[in-house]
């Protein structure tokens, strides 16, 4: 019998088909499959191409090699067209009944490696731990300015851009002024459940998984990787530090966080056959914005950040849309199994 299985962390119900087609691959549609770089392709992205961009805001360059010059490992630019723009005040008013703020933010690229057309999963570790490296540290300077609630890391493979810039590896780190629906979700959550318990929800789960072992991908001496009970898609992944830390700019093991991500990246894309996916940090809020308003006071006790992996897959009914469920066709226990025998 097919299961409604509600998520602990931010309780949203989803609709889990225990007898959901399995397909005999698991690769995506034509829509949802990473589109590789074509031989020779270069963007504004790649090494040589700085002057293409605005200035950066931050690189990582082994040599020292000057700023806006090829010769970095990652680089983070401003989004030319942001969603949100740096300068002004929130300007926080009221029309009649509805509240309005102004589009104050930062929206940023973050050009995970020089070279075009190679995706995260087929950088070196220690490439990728640089990348992890140029999240914190935009984490952490963004978090100085009181006007933003939240930094929000995410990176959406396969989808959004057009032409050869879709191609390269790109993450966009961006504030705002408000706290996303999701992670307020999941702060608010997390708070009652420590209220209640005084423990953290997400120590509680690790705890759990890693005793029943059914829906645990991999994991090393810092961290974890696993499918969450209430997956809300086929195949959903969460990596999280072992010892509790609410901050994910805190962490001090990025180069363990690397390894893990590298393999699950690595598995995925055994399992599924490179499809297209989003890639998500949930971190705690910004406490400079949250202390101002008396939020979050016993956050950094009950929060957990976590790294999240959705490949975008097919199998999504009308009933998702219609009815606000998530349905997901293939269980976490199966998906997990899935992932665990893929063998990198």
């Excluded at 090699?65 to 008013?93: A, C, F, K, M």
């Excluded at 953290?200 to 990787?225: P, S, Y």
Aim: proline residues 6%.
């Amino acid at each position: 019998m097919n299961q409604l299985r509600r998520d602990p962390i931010t309780g949203i119900w989803t609709i889990m088909l225990q007898n959901g087609k399995e397909m005999v691959t698991f690769k995506p549609d034509g829509h949802r499959r990473l589109r590789r770089a074509r031989p020779g392709e270069t963007c504004e992205f790649c090494a040589g191409h700085e002057g293409e961009t605005a200035p950066e805001v931050f690189a990582v360059r082994p040599n020292h090699s000057p700023r806006n010059e090829p010769g970095w490992n990652v680089r983070v630019v401003p989004e030319r067209v942001p969603v949100l723009q740096i300068h002004g005040e929130t300007n926080n008013r009221g029309l009649g009944i509805y509240d309005m703020l102004d589009g104050i933010g930062a929206h940023e690229l973050v050009i995970e490696t020089a070279a075009h057309g190679k995706i995260l999963a087929e950088l070196a570790e220690n490439e990728i731990a640089d990348v992890l490296t140029a999240y914190r540290e935009r984490v952490l300077d963004l978090k100085r300015d009181a006007r933003f609630r939240y930094i929000l890391v995410y990176k959406n493979v396969g989808e959004g851009r057009r032409g050869p810039s879709l191609r390269h590896s790109l993450s966009h780190v961006i504030a705002t002024p408000i706290t996303p629906l999701r992670v307020r979700e999941e702060l608010t959550n997390a708070q009652q459940y420590f209220l209640l318990k005084e423990r953290c929800i997400f120590c509680d789960m690790i705890r759990q998984e890693l005793e029943a072992t059914q829906r645990l991908v991999a994991e090393n001496e810092n961290f974890i990787a696993l499918c969450p009970f209430a997956s809300r898609a086929p195949f959903e992944i969460w990596l999280l530090p072992k010892r509790h830390e609410t901050f994910y700019e805190w962490n001090n093991e990025l180069p363990s966080l690397a390894k893990l991500l590298k393999l699950v990246l690595l598995k995925v894309r055994q399992a599924l056959g490179d499809p297209n996916h989003l890639m998500i940090i949930h971190s705690g809020p910004n406490l400079l914005a949250g202390r101002q308003r008396g939020y979050w006071k016993t956050v950094e006790r009950d929060f957990h950040w976590h790294l999240e992996i959705t490949p975008r897959l097919r199998g999504m009914a009308d009933f998702d849309i219609v009815a606000g469920f998530q349905v997901n066709w293939i269980p976490p226990e199966r998906a997990a199994e899935i992932l665990r025998q893929c063998t990198i």
